[in-house]
Each structure stands twice: as C-alpha cells, then as structure tokens.
C-alpha cells in the first residue's frame, strides 16, 4: 500500500530539548511539506522541497530545520529556538505540480 | 501572498444541505482545493477547481469563481460522518505552495 507515514503519533518533550519528527512515503513523490495546525487555525507551511537536496522555508520557518536527503524522507526537527512548539504537525506529499497534496496521519507534539 | 477566509462553524441537520463559502485575495493563482479534516486526523482531498464553474463529486459539489474570488463546498444529504473541518485552500501561481483558510466546522445534528 502506498501512503505517508508519520511517527511517532503522540510526542512528549521537556522543554529545551530538540526533537525530530519523522515522515516517509512510497508514493515516488517529488514534493515533500511540512505543516503546523493550531486549534482552530487552519494548516501553516513551514518548509517544503521539491527535489531532493534542496528545500525551501515556508510561512513560520523560525525554530525549525528539515533535510532532505533522500525523496522517501523529510524529517523535521523542532529546535529548542521554537517559542511555541506544542501542536499538530502534519507531512504532505505531491508530484511537482499535482494537482492535490496527500497528508500523513500527523503527529501530535507536546512540549512542558 | 494569500489572504483566505470562512466561516468558522455551520451547523445543520441529518439530509439536508450546506454550503460553505470561501474568498480570497491572491497575487497569482493556480487552483482552489477544499479538504476534509475529522478531528484529529489529517485532511483528505474533496475537491479541486481551477476554471470557473461547478465540479460535482456525488454528495459534494465545488464551485469557483475567479472574477470574484470566490468559491463555495456544497454538501447535499447530510449524515453524522460529515460533521467535521472543511478546510479551503489555495494554489499560487508561481511556486505551487498551497495557502489554507483556517477551516469551517461543520457539524451535522440528527
């Protein structure tokens, strides 16, 4: 079955700690994205790329960092300089210019 | 850059219909795609439009229009499982990125 998955679902950290955030897929996507959900907010981009080796930041970029060494994975790493980082974050992935993105299952970070 | 708006709640009940309105102001754009999202969980595609008119998908239809800026979900025949987020987003024209309006909570009572 071809999909995004995301892990873990649940994430703990104390604060000033570094944590990253796993995301795969086997859809042979070029494009990969990071977003970040609020309650009650709608989905925010933080990085994207759309080849490999190469990405570029989004709308709150501040306090992240991702790689992308290989097309099946985007990690995300949510640094300690993050001022806010308790919330939902979803992966998505596309063809270069798909018309539809396609999303992970999210993970859910919880930052004390 | 992109400026996205909804309503944040709708309310209806079991078989009837909603619609839920979206406008936006963007410097160059390149589709219109609305998202369902069940709390929790992530969104799943419902529809895409690009040209004006109506894009019809069984229960759901989508409409746009470019002039105004403005596009519209319809959900026809209402049941439980639709009560969720409805979320509009929007495609630039230059580098393919996609611009989210905080979503519409639809919430569908018997």
């Known amino acids: 079955d071809g999909g995004i998955t995301q892990s873990p679902k649940y994430l703990f950290r104390k604060e000033g700690q570094n944590v990253t955030l796993s995301c795969e897929q086997n859809?042979?996507?070029?494009?990969m994205y990071w977003y970040r959900q609020d309650p009650g907010q709608g989905l925010r981009l933080i990085y994207y790329?759309?080849?490999?080796?190469?990405?570029q930041k989004g709308d709150i970029a501040e306090g992240y960092s991702v790689s992308r060494e290989k097309k099946e994975s985007f990690p995300l790493t949510v640094t300690s300089a993050q001022k806010n980082p308790t919330a939902f974050y979803l992966c998505?992935?596309?063809?270069?210019?798909?018309?539809?993105?396609?999303f992970g299952p999210g993970t859910r970070l919880t930052v004390t | 850059g992109q400026n996205i708006d909804q309503p944040t709640e709708m309310t209806a009940t079991e078989g009837a219909i909603v619609q839920i309105n979206c406008t936006y102001q963007?410097?160059?754009?390149?589709?219109l795609f609305w998202y369902q999202q069940h709390a929790g969980e992530a969104p799943t595609f419902l529809s895409y439009?690009?040209?004006?008119g109506l894009e019809e998908k069984g229960r759901f239809s989508s409409f746009l229009s470019r002039s105004k800026g403005y596009s519209y979900l319809l959900l026809k025949e209402l049941q439980m499982k639709d009560s969720a987020s409805y979320l509009c987003?929007?495609?630039?024209?230059?580098?393919?990125?996609?611009?989210f309006g905080a979503g519409t909570t639809v919430t569908v009572r018997a």
């Open positions: 998505a992935s596309s063809t270069f210019r798909q018309t539809e993105q396609y």
């Open positions: 987003a929007v495609r630039d024209l230059n580098d393919y990125k996609l611009s």
């Open positions: 963007t410097s160059g754009f390149n589709g």
């Open positions: 859809l042979n996507h070029d494009a």
């Open positions: 790329s759309q080849i490999v080796n190469d990405f």
């Open positions: 439009n690009v040209l004006d």
